[in-house]
Nanobody, 121 residues
Framework: QVQLVESGGGLVQAGGSLRLSCVAS????????MGWYRQAPGNQRELVAH???????NYADSVKGRFTISRDNAKNTVYLQMNSLKPEDTAVYYC???????????????WGQGTQVTVSS
């Protein structure tokens, strides 16, 4: 019913910036929360940033002041603006969302396939 597709990853030098996008498509009633997660080799997937349906946000301590999450509800899209990137930010970044497929259905979690972000020193 729902597909999340990330874009915007790539290779960037330390101190540079990238902007990730994630678009939800398919048939669904409403998107509740959206977030960005990342997984580096050998590590577990971790929360990077989260944004609620009303626009409230929270961030991992490691990215506060550098990353900004935002959403465009009309476009069913969530963004992650990443500034002052560091080599330790290198990871596969995943978009996640909690979505009601139908008005009488409970929230379900969906994941994108991920986009690679590599920061060189």
């Amino acid at each position: 019913q729902v597909q999340l597709v990330e874009s915007g990853g790539g290779l960037v030098q330390a101190g540079g910036s990238l902007r990730l996008s994630c678009v939800a498509s398919g048939r669904f009633f409403v998107i509740n929360t959206m977030g960005w997660y990342r997984q580096a080799p050998g590590n577990q997937r971790e929360l990077v940033a989260h944004i609620g349906s009303g626009g409230s946000t929270n961030y991992a301590d490691s990215v506060k002041g550098r990353f900004t999450i935002s959403r465009d509800n009309a476009k069913n899209t969530v963004y992650l603006q990443m500034n002052s990137l560091k080599p330790e930010d290198t990871a596969v970044y995943y978009c996640g969302a909690s979505i009601m497929v139908g008005s009488l259905r409970p929230l379900e979690n969906y994941w994108g396939q991920g986009t690679q972000v590599t920061v060189s020193s």
